[in-house]
């Protein structure tokens, strides 16, 4: 069972918006800005797409955004692609140099 | 660019000892950053295996700690995992990864998929 929370799937058609989010507790999430997430294509490594909450590595699009509001996470996708159907995991540092993970979310392209 | 790759037996029996390693290319351990491991069941999410610094310093995941073992070999610039009594839950795809204090991992493996059978 993850220490985080995130719905199993989410969905939208080409040029729409989705948000994923993930929930966690004023141990992780809540009372810390380390909040990263990845993205997973199948057979294939993760990605990292965004980290420190909101911060986007060189090379990932900025239609990728993330954003916190106390115990929860979101990464929205905006104007949403094919290629951007893969499943997406947050994760959250929860002090003494631990680190944990959502179950993740299957996000389809319509 | 820095690349990673395990490598490692594919499958292992039950009660016995997981060994992989991670060798690091396009970057030097001993420079700095942090390197992790990260393992997968078939069809499931990620889990946070363990952390070590280059100085040997290390982290485990508090449910596994006291079954892994993480170790840096800065002369072949390479990291190493070992899990001992293992059993069919720790058949996983294993990464290795480069990763920063507060986890940030911003440099996968390829991933090698360990199977626990007799």
């Known amino acids: 069972q993850s220490a985080l929370t995130q719905p199993p799937s989410a969905s939208g058609s080409p040029g729409q918006s989705v948000t994923i989010s993930c929930t966690g507790t004023?141990?992780?999430?809540?009372?810390?800005?380390?909040v990263s997430w990845y993205q997973q294509q199948p057979g294939k490594a993760p990605k990292l797409m965004i980290y420190?909450?909101?911060k986007r590595p060189s090379g990932v699009p900025d239609r990728f955004s993330g954003s916190k509001s106390g115990n929860t996470a979101s990464l929205t996708v905006s104007g949403l692609q094919a290629e951007d159907e893969a499943d997406y995991y947050c994760?959250?540092?929860?002090?003494?140099?631990?680190?944990?993970f959502g179950p993740g979310t299957k996000v389809t392209v319509l | 660019q820095v690349q990673l790759q395990e490598s490692g037996p594919g499958v292992v029996k039950p009660s016995e000892t997981l060994s992989l390693t991670c060798s690091v290319f396009?970057?030097?351990?001993?420079?700095?950053?942090?390197w992790g491991w990260i393992r997968q069941p078939p069809g499931k999410g990620l889990e946070w295996v363990g952390t070590?610094?280059?100085?040997?310093?290390?982290y485990y995941n508090p449910s596994l700690k006291s079954r892994v073992t993480i170790s840096v070999d800065t002369s072949k610039n390479q990291l190493s995992l070992k899990v001992s009594s293992v059993t069919a839950a720790d058949t996983a795809i294993y990464y290795c990864?480069?990763?920063?204090?507060?986890?940030?991992?911003?440099?996968w493996g390829q991933g090698t998929l360990v199977t626990v059978s007799s």
């Open positions: 990864a480069r990763v920063d204090i507060v986890g940030k991992a911003d440099s």
């Open positions: 396009g970057y030097s351990i001993s420079t700095g950053y942090y």
């Open positions: 070590i610094f280059h100085s040997g310093s290390t």
């Open positions: 004023s141990s992780n999430v809540g009372a810390y800005n380390y």
């Open positions: 420190e909450v909101t």
């Open positions: 994760s959250s540092y929860a002090g003494s140099n631990i680190f944990v």
